[in-house]
């Protein structure tokens, strides 16, 4: 039983009351489903017991929740407001018993991990293989997301992730941002461009020719446009801005422009020569990203402790 919900009415008197968990599951389920029948086959039991179930919620909330619409029936205004508190216990819940669970077993979970597109070829295989080896972690499993920074830190957020691997995103006091690596900037150019032969560019030797640069929607721009302006050079061709290395790398072997980009792994046949950048050899910072005030599960802490003691810039050899 879910015991003692406090609410005041209108002339501030207090009032008590409880319910059955079961009831607000079948309130959800039904909420959803729009239909007595179908919901009552849901939890494999009677129509009138489902009845009865929502007709005594409705007498301790106090409001009419469902109304009549045809064969079937559809939430009052009231009802729909109460949904939305439901909906936010019924969750809060399921990730109790799901942190329950876990802390009884830390060798079993799951990981939500979402992780930036550079990462995805080649470093993020590389952790899971190293860490899912260890015998104490082989059960844990995960679910991989690919996204740019700004997503992953808005999913972080709304729980559909538990790490995220990604850029620092400015002015964002809810996420914890924990410095990983870094990753080197390079040119990326068409072996039929000429410039291709070169073993290090600097941008003035682009600045007239075709270039491809990221989106604003990607952590990246802000980052070589801070870079571009600080070395004072011009890039007067500006062709195409696109949001993965993967575009990038198409676009370049077409010779359809030269791009800027973290260095990944390109395959043989792309036709295209990755270029160091002359001056100081550029870098990126890759950042871990939580949640500031909620608690990683126990899992996701054994996860991030392994990220920050053994997935420095070594990982970034390839």
């Known amino acids: 039983m879910l015991k003692h919900f406090d609410i005041y009415d209108k002339f501030n008197i207090r009032v008590t009351y409880s319910m059955n968990l079961k009831q607000l599951k079948y309130f959800q389920i039904l909420a959803k489903n729009q239909h007595y029948t179908y919901t009552s086959e849901y939890f494999s039991i009677s129509q009138p017991s489902l009845s009865h179930a929502i007709a005594e919620l409705e007498k301790e909330v106090g409001i009419k929740l469902f109304q ?31 942190f329950v669970k876990e802390l009884t077993s830390i060798s079993h979970g799951h990981i939500r991990l979402a992780f930036v597109y550079s990462l995805s070829l080649n470093y993020v295989p590389k952790i899971i293989q190293s860490f899912t080896a260890l015998p104490q972690y082989e059960n844990i499993s995960f679910s991989f997301y690919e996204d740019l920074s700004r997503n992953i830190v808005h999913e972080l957020k ?27 900037i390079v040119f990326i150019i068409s072996n039929d461009n000429p410039l291709s032969k070169r073993k290090k560019l600097d941008l003035k030797d682009i600045a007239d020719e075709p270039v491809i640069l990221y989106t604003q929607r990607s952590g990246m721009r802000g980052y070589l446009d801070n ?39 390109v395959p043989a046949e792309s036709n295209v020569s990755l270029i160091p950048m002359n001056k100081n050899r550029q870098k990126r910072d890759i950042y871990i990203a939580t949640v500031k005030n ?4 126990p899992v ?18 390839i």
Request: aromatic residues 10%.
């Open 300 to 317: 996701a802490q054994k996860f991030y402790r392994f990220l920050t003691k053994y997935c420095g810039d070594g990982f970034f050899n």
């Open 68 to 98: 009549k619409k045809g064969r079937n029936v559809e939430l009052t205004k009231e009802g729909e407001q109460y949904l939305i508190y439901v909906n936010q216990a019924l969750q809060s819940l399921n990730e109790g018993e799901q």
């Open 294 to 297: 909620r608690p990683l599960m």
């Open 227 to 265: 870079m571009i302006a600080e070395s004072g050079v011009v890039l007067n061709n500006v062709v195409s801005r696109v949001e993965s290395e993967n575009a990038m790398i198409g676009l370049a072997s077409i010779n359809y422009g030269i791009g800027m980009m973290v260095r990944v792994p």
């Open 158 to 184: 709304n729980k559909h992730y538990d790490i995220g691997l990604c850029s620092y995103v400015n002015d964002d006091p809810e996420i914890e941002f924990t410095r990983l690596a870094k990753q080197e």
